[in-house]
């Protein structure tokens, strides 16, 4: 049985993308729920995926709150998960 390959996410670093990030559009990492985004060209550039979150505050925030984006937190508490 083959294992399959996964890719690390830009965000959290995390192994947790099926296909390459740059070749994938809006696969949300599990464990930082960062929705990837192709189309932001550097860490600075707003993207649009993550209501204009840059990737450099994703990585600060995952970091200090182990999410992308606190204010998600309320999603994953409502679902049974913790940072």
């Given amino acids: ?15 947790t993308y099926p296909v390459p990030p740059k070749d994938d559009i809006g696969f949300i ?3 930082c729920w ?4 192709t189309f932001i060209q550097s860490d600075d550039e707003p993207s649009d995926q ?3 979150m840059t990737l450099n505050q994703a990585k600060d ?4 709150h182990g ?4 204010h998600l937190l309320k999603y994953w ?4 998960m913790k940072p």
């Fill in 61 to 64: 925030n995952y970091k200090k």
């Fill in 1 to 15: 049985m083959t294992e399959k390959r996964m890719y690390n996410c830009p965000c959290c670093g995390n192994p």
């Fill in 29 to 31: 990492c599990d464990i």
């Fill in 67 to 70: 999410i992308s984006a606190p």
């Fill in 50 to 52: 993550n209501h204009g």
């Fill in 34 to 37: 960062w929705e990837n985004d």
């Fill in 77 to 80: 508490a409502e679902n049974g």
